[in-house]
Every structure is written in structure tokens, then in C-alpha cells.
């Protein structure tokens, strides 16, 4: 048996417990094959599933929320293992980074923080089918996306089937039964330590695994698609079991969940499973084909949305927000590339300027390139190395972002007003213009209802910002505003400020001392 006995905060600490019984993977409404009860002297407790590993033994995984000395005690249906007690001395995660530093990301309000506070902004790809590619192919396409400056990928766990899909799996997830269905409870310890290692890489380069649990791609090559609900859940239960201790995961239910058949029920029967059996809170969405789900579910913790024209129109995603009342990812808005497919062939000029009108509307968006390789795959299906023009200019407007700091920009009088300003009221605002607007721009900000208002003798700066060249260009002035009105707010004094013509443009304004 191995018990750890120290670790640090947020880190994963496994306990690995020999069994002399058969494996177990429970039903949801069966006992674990082992659960940890942890206690702080603070109050804090915490209950963690175990999981059998196919070794004849339970593993536990468990991250510490707060420092000090943890006790633990054990309930299995193993007689060896009930009862077992422990105690574990965390440390501070000194000299950690990303969420191993912070914890884990979770929706707070209309943004995403870790679980301390310090915020966090998704910058996504996407390469579904990226876990049934070779390890070689992993490792380079985490590298390459760390490299440019994405945060979060979005894979599925269950293979991929159909177009630009060229690879067939090594290993399947469960074993076979005898009539060629699938053994749920009877997981294959080979491919969900695939997973492990997968998830393991993707914190390292501190990108967060966003992990699409069940299937609407299997297209009946390999009958995933038609595991019953008990099934879905048995395998659910041993996924959350395995990974739910690592800080840098999301849990998305299904990408186009309306592809399969199945009643809004189910979905949130499963939904409300991974909920109550992740004791760590991770972001978890369902994502939509044509069919939007009602994202105000209480197990949904932020709304995850495929609809390209919010991301076109200036305001569009800011319904989303006001209908939900949850952090918005428009997390398929087409992807750049040269297919013919209409999803597939967006210019990157084109899905840049869906991430800026994505941002000026309060919320986020998912990149993807779906560039034809020479084994017929694309990356957002199978990974390897970008070769679109936007992943640069994405890392730009991250660092614009991070420059403004924040919890999130929110949209000012997004109801009323026309330019769709986005901020944090009284103290720093972005406009973006795109590539159609006139020669010159006249200083002036909306006045919101909340945040800090406007006040005449309040100073600010502008900077003219080139969203494709990357370039940004302070004005040679300073704007007073001298006309403060209910709604809107003016710098009349002041000169109005040039526009580059052709050049798609946003303007980032920041107060003055």
C-alpha cells in the first residue's frame, strides 16, 4: 500500500491500495470500490472516490484545498481496505505555477477565476481526437499550442468517427462483451492511463484539459454512441474518479449533444452525476449542434455555445449572458482553413475579428484550424502543428486583456448603446471598430450603471490598436472629459483621433491618475 504522507496545495497525492476482490465499478447508486473521507481542523471535509486501476487495486487521487495536517479515513466494500486511517501534512505550493499554484478554474460570475482568485482568461483550441493519436503527435501538438499561447484545449475522451478522420484507435476505453457490445464496468486500465498521461502533459505546459465526456461523433463505427444510461454512468463515475483531482480540468458534458437521441432528461441526469461526484467544482457546460440547451441548469456552470453569427454581429453574445446569467465561451464560431466545408474555411483575418467581437461583447471564444494535412486529417480532429495566421494575433489580444487586468470586461450599457463598449467602468474601456469605420473617432465613453461612474476633470488615454498587425499606438494626447451626461460622456476639448482606413482597429482606453 502506498499512503502519501505530505504533499503541497492543489497537488495530486495518490493513494494506491492492493485488493484481493473482484474490480469494481459501481453503479451510480452503489457503493465506490474505495472512498476517502478527508477532515481540517478548520471544518473543511471532503469525500473522494476511488477508482479500480485494473491491478488488483484501488487508487484514490486527491488535491489538498488548504494547507496544514488533513485526516483521512477509509470506506470500501474491501474488507482489507474499510477502515484504514490516515493523516497528511500539506505544504504551501511554494514555487508552483498555473493552477497548481491557484487551484482550480471556476465560473465566477460572468468570468472564470482560479480557485483563489486570481482570474483566468480562455484562450481555447480544439482537437477532438487528439488522445487516439500517437504519443509522439500528443506531445507535439501540446507543445505547439503551449508555444502559442493557448490556455485550454478541448478533446474528446471516446473516438472520433467520420470525416478527416484517419486513424484508428490502438486501444478502445472498455472491453468488449460477448455479444460485441461494451463492458462498462469493465474499463481498459491501458487507455484511461493514456488519458492520465494526456491530461498530465497538458497541466505541465499549463493548458487547461477541457475533457468532452461522452460521444455524438462515433457515427455507429464503434456503438459508444449506444451505451444505455447506466453504462454512460458506470464509465462517467470511474472518468470523474480519475481526474477530477487535477486543478486544470473542465468537464463538458458532449460536443453537439443535439446529434444524439436522447431526452433533455438523461443529459442532466448525467450532468447532476458529474456534479455530485466532483468534490473540486470544475467548470462543466454541454455544447450545442442547432439545438441550444437551456444553459440555466443548476449543474451547468457556464454556457458553452456553437453559433458563428454571435461572433460576427457586435452585441449578439451579450444575449447569451443576459438570458443564462452565466459566463459565455462561444466555443465553435468555424474554424480557419482551406476546406470546403462551410465550418472549415474561415479566413484568419476572419476568426480574429470573431475573437475581438466576442470579447467586446463580455464574453470568450474557442479557436480551431481545420488546414487539410497530408494524411488527409485536419489538427482540429487529429493536432500536430498550426499553420494558420490567427494563433499570433490571438496571444496579442490575450495580452491586451492581461495588460488590463481585472476579473473581466464588462459590456457598459450594453442594452442601449451602439458601440458595444466593453470595461471596467471608470478606470479602463475597449472599443472595437473592426476594418469598417470612418477616419477619425470623437472621445467618448457610455456611463453605465455599474462600477465607478464618470466624472467631469477625469483624464484618460487612448491607444489605437491594429488587431492584425499587432501594433499599438499611443495618441499624443490626454482627454478630459468636460460633458458628463446620463448616459454618455464626452472630451469635447480634444481633438478627435485618427484612424488608420484599411486597418481593423480597437481603441483601448485607460484612466489617468
Not at 17 to 33: C, E, K, M
Not at 58 to 82: F, I, K, Q
Not at 156 to 168: E, K, L, S, W
Amino acid at each position: 500500500m502506498t499512503f502519501p504522507t505530505r504533499t503541497t496545495r492543489w497537488h495530486v497525492a495518490e493513494f494506491r491500495l492492493p485488493t484481493s476482490g473482484p474490480r469494481i465499478v459501481p453503479a451510480p447508486s452503489a457503493r465506490p470500490p474505495i472512498l476517502l473521507r478527508f477532515s481540517h481542523p478548520s471544518g473543511l471535509a471532503m469525500a473522494v472516490e476511488g477508482f479500480d486501476d485494473g491491478d488488483g487495486g484501488c487508487v484514490v487521487r486527491w488535491a489538498a484545498p488548504e494547507e496544514g495536517r488533513w485526516e483521512w479515513n477509509a470506506e470500501s466494500p474491501h474488507p482489507e481496505l474499510d477502515g484504514l486511517t490516515g493523516v497528511v501534512d500539506v505544504d504551501p505550493a511554494v514555487g508552483a505555477a498555473g493552477s497548481h499554484a491557484h487551484g482550480p478554474v471556476r465560473a465566477v460570475g460572468f468570468h472564470f477565476a482560479h480557485a483563489d482568485g486570481t482570474p483566468f482568461r480562455p484562450f481555447g483550441s480544439t482537437a477532438y481526437n487528439l488522445l487516439h493519436q500517437s504519443d509522439d503527435a500528443i506531445r507535439e501538438t501540446i507543445d505547439d499550442l503551449a508555444a502559442a499561447g493557448f490556455n485550454k484545449l478541448r478533446f474528446m475522451v471516446f473516438p472520433q468517427a467520420g470525416d478527416y478522420v484517419v486513424r484508428t484507435p490502438e486501444v478502445m476505453p472498455l472491453e468488449r462483451t460477448a455479444d460485441g457490445g461494451w463492458d462498462a464496468s469493465r474499463p481498459v486500465p491501458e487507455f484511461f492511463r493514456r488519458l492520465d498521461r494526456t491530461v498530465e502533459l497538458l497541466g505541465a505546459a499549463g493548458i487547461q484539459a477541457e475533457v468532452l465526456l461522452l460521444d455524438a461523433y462515433d457515427n455507429d463505427a464503434y456503438g459508444l454512441n449506444r451505451l444505455t444510461e447506466d453504462e454512460d454512468a458506470r464509465y462517467l463515475r470511474h472518468v470523474v474518479a480519475r481526474l477530477a483531482a487535477h486543478p486544470h480540468v473542465w468537464w463538458s458534458l458532449c460536443n453537439e449533444y443535439d446529434l444524439l437521441d436522447r431526452p433533455d432528461e438523461r443529459w442532466d441526469r448525467a450532468g447532476e452525476l458529474v456534479r455530485a461526484l466532483d468534490p473540486y467544482d470544475h467548470p462543466r457546460s454541454i455544447h450545442n449542434w442547432r439545438r441550444l440547451y437551456d444553459n440555466r441548469r443548476p449543474w451547468i456552470t457556464h454556457s458553452s455555445i456553437q453559433q458563428g453569427q454571435a461572433a460576427d454581429d457586435a452585441g449578439r453574445v451579450g444575449l447569451f449572458r443576459d438570458v443564462y446569467g452565466k459566463a459565455v465561451i462561444l466555443d465553435e464560431i468555424c474554424y480557419e482553413g482551406d476546406i470546403a466545408l462551410r465550418w472549415g474555411r474561415l479566413t484568419g483575418r476572419q476568426l480574429v475579428h470573431r475573437f475581438w467581437t466576442t470579447i467586446c461583447g463580455g464574453a470568450y471564444a474557442s479557436h480551431g484550424e481545420s488546414f487539410e494535412r497530408e494524411d488527409g486529417s485536419l489538427h482540429m480532429v487529429a493536432g500536430g502543428r498550426l499553420q494558420g495566421e490567427s494563433p499570433r494575433r490571438l496571444a496579442f489580444l490575450r495580452s491586451i486583456l492581461d495588460e488590463i487586468g481585472g476579473a473581466g470586461l464588462e459590456p457598459v450599457d450594453s442594452w442601449w448603446d451602439d458601440e458595444f463598449v466593453v470595461g471596467i467602468p471608470g478606470r479602463a474601456y475597449l472599443r472595437y471598430l473592426g476594418d469598417t469605420h470612418p477616419g477619425g473617432w470623437t472621445f467618448r465613453l457610455p456611463q453605465g450603471l455599474l462600477g465607478e461612474r464618470l466624472e467631469p476633470g477625469q483624464r484618460y488615454a487612448v491607444d489605437v490598436i491594429d488587431t492584425w498587425e499587432m501594433t499599438v499606438a499611443p495618441v499624443d494626447a490626454v482627454f478630459e472629459l468636460d460633458e458628463v451626461g446620463r448616459n454618455e460622456s464626452y472630451a469635447r476639448a480634444a481633438e478627435p483621433v485618427a484612424l488608420p482606413p484599411t486597418a481593423p482597429v480597437a481603441l483601448r482606453i485607460r484612466r489617468l491618475p
